[in-house]
């Protein structure tokens, strides 16, 4: 089983930037990729980025590329999410994830089987 806990989360006016981390601990040892999603109230559960663990391939939805970088640190199985040029629309709860699922670049809610608490982030206008 892997726990996975966010943090970094927080309120920040448009145009600023945030990082958001995901530790992973407990049996890791399977994990495929991690990734990244958010959702706001009354909205599903959407996408922002995913990473595949071993050789680092990266996915981006189109509404945060070029704004938002997507890592990791094996060692430390640890994710990461840089989160530049914040825009209000990108106000939600951010959940990390890992899948353990045997595919390039999962990208839907269902390919994933783990998935962090949640962080909130907030950006004002």
């Known amino acids: 089983q892997v726990q996975l806990i966010e943090s970094g989360g927080g309120l920040v006016q448009a145009g600023g930037s945030l990082r958001l981390s995901c530790a992973a601990s407990g049996r890791t040892f399977g994990n495929n990729a991690m990734g990244w999603f958010r959702q706001t109230p009354g909205k599903e559960r959407e996408f922002v980025a995913t990473i595949r663990w071993i050789s680092g391939s990266t996915s981006y939805a189109e509404s945060v590329k070029g704004r938002f970088t997507i890592s990791r640190d094996n060692a430390k199985n640890t994710l990461y999410l840089q989160m530049n040029s914040l825009r209000p629309e990108d106000t939600a709860v951010y959940y990390c994830?890992?899948?353990?699922?045997?595919?390039?670049?999962?990208?839907?809610?269902?390919?994933?089987?783990?998935w962090g608490q949640g962080t909130q982030v907030t950006v004002s206008s």
């Open positions: 994830a890992a899948s353990l699922k045997w595919m390039d670049i999962p990208t839907m809610e269902v390919e994933y089987d783990y």
